[in-house]
């Protein structure tokens, strides 16, 4: 369920309030007294965010040198409390210059207050983007010398936007040159046992866009996942495609997109907000093909030697390659000695961290190399330990190379009264995009893939 706050409050360090707005009347105007007595005054302060004390619960986050605590007197969600006390502060910094603390709340108690009414009704959260707001608050808040932040300038012609149906991007916004860039960031996790098999393993992604787009243009995105592109009468007419399609356990998206219109229609439909923004986050564990094995063989060779022997395959197409390609061995701690054997890149031993570290600068697809290394150890009078070895750690890029996500971008400005359409290939994929709108511009997109190491370990 919602909030639904009873009150807030804002404190100092002393516990004396400086703020405060009731919302609701099944609280009485003492509950601050509880919370300085039972919560600031004893050493349990950092302990738990969440406290309940007498029938209510205490909600509170430090800011600076400031309490925001929020009352409750029923089942609330913590995390949309949290959630509206972070989206609050963001929208005072924003009237405020940059700053928030005791300063600023003592400078700005009429804007306050005039914002905890719009911000939340009945203890239910309303909007709190700063750009809306400011279209019918316009008092300037009384900004600290020390923000060198830029006021910002009113925005205009945005009726759109106080309707709250777009309240991320503002009309009127106009490019010479309509743009996307779209990056598709995924990050590979293994934990591999020293046998060979596969304890972990997932690919954790997310895409980013930058869009320079004029007016309000309609972006739909389709993913080549199981919940995908083509309607179950298409797929069963067409022949499957080995390889083509990947299953998401858990999607995150941004607040543009349209949910019903992705639970309908399997595709991300969106108005996009204007510049950088991350419009999702996604999470693989079927059918994650590893980029490179990794084949370590260490011996120990009585007290004061050790062989290490590490071979790694790239698996993934001969015309890609990896770049920045880090082996991280893990060697005991008394370390005295090295040599080593590359057949590709460079080795060598790094004691602050007590690890042969092996790097290539640009590692091929379909090939292989081998590290070799003698270690000497330090001899000691002491009974020796058994050395807890430690897994090997690997960090690498692949760029241009979508391993998950391989698309075609299908881009087409619709237009009232006419229709052009072009298609540009970029890759192999069931990935596409259409960009709509009624002025007919044309969109020039810009696609990169990266995919790197995420926590990618090998026991040994």
Not at 173 to 194: C, G
Not at 325 to 334: A, M
Request: include cysteine; aromatic fraction near 10%.
């Amino acid at each position: 369920m919602p909030v639904s706050a009873s009150a807030i409050y804002f404190l100092n360090l002393r516990g004396d309030v400086l703020i405060n707005r009731l919302y609701r009347d099944d609280v009485g105007g003492n509950m601050v007294d509880a919370f300085r007595t039972h919560i600031m005054q004893t050493k349990e302060m950092g302990t738990c965010p969440v406290r309940q004390i007498g029938g209510c619960s205490f909600f509170y986050m430090r800011i600076s040198n400031v309490y925001i605590v929020i009352v409750v007197s029923s089942n609330a969600n913590v995390a949309c409390a949290f959630k509206f006390v972070v989206e609050a502060v963001t929208l005072f910094k924003s009237y405020f210059g940059g700053a928030f603390d005791e300063d600023a709340i003592r400078n700005n108690f009429v804007l306050i207050y005039e914002l905890l009414d719009e911000i939340m009704d009945f203890g239910y959260p309303q909007n709190l983007s700063p750009e809306i707001l400011k279209l019918y608050i316009t008092q300037e808040g009384v900004r600290s010398p020390f923000s060198s932040k830029p006021a910002d300038k009113p925005v205009p012609n945005a009726t759109l936007q106080v309707t709250g149906a777009v309240g991320w991007r503002r009309e009127g916004l106009a490019y010479k040159k309509n743009e996307v860039f779209l990056d598709i960031v995924e990050s590979v996790n293994l934990l591999m046992s020293s046998k060979g098999s596969v304890l972990r393993c997932d690919v954790t992604g997310k895409i980013l866009m930058k869009c320079f787009l004029s007016g309000m243009p309609d972006l739909k995105l389709g993913l080549n996942d199981k919940i995908g592109l083509e309607k179950e009468s298409q797929l069963k007419s067409r022949p499957a495609k080995s390889g083509k399609t990947i299953e998401l356990d858990d999607v995150t998206f941004h607040q543009c997109v349209n949910l019903t219109r992705f639970n309908s229609e399997k595709t991300v439909s969106f108005v996009p907000p204007d510049g950088e923004f991350e419009l999702m986050k996604y999470r693989i564990t079927e059918g994650v093909n590893l980029p490179f094995r990794v084949l370590p063989t260490i011996k120990e060779l009585g007290r004061t030697r050790m062989e290490v022997n590490v071979k790694v395959k790239s698996v993934f197409g001969a015309k890609m390659f990896a770049l920045g390609v880090v082996v991280k061995i893990p060697v005991p701690k008394q370390t005295a000695k090295t040599s080593f054997q590359v057949t590709s890149g460079r080795a060598k031993y790094n004691a602050a961290i007590d690890c042969l570290v092996w790097k290539i600068r640009k590692f091929p697809g379909q090939t292989e190399t081998t590290m070799s290394a003698e270690v000497e150890l330090i001899s000691t009078m002491a009974e020796k330990k058994s050395w807890n070895r430690p897994p090997i750690q690997m960090e690498f890029q692949v760029p241009l190379t979508p391993i998950y996500f391989s698309p075609v971008i299908h881009s087409c400005v619709h237009d009232l009264d006419r229709s052009r359409c072009s298609q540009r290939q970029a890759y192999e994929s069931d990935f596409s995009r259409h960009v709509w709108e009624k002025s007919g511009y044309n969109t020039v997109e810009w696609v990169r893939y990266i995919t790197k190491a995420g926590s990618y370990e090998i026991r040994c």
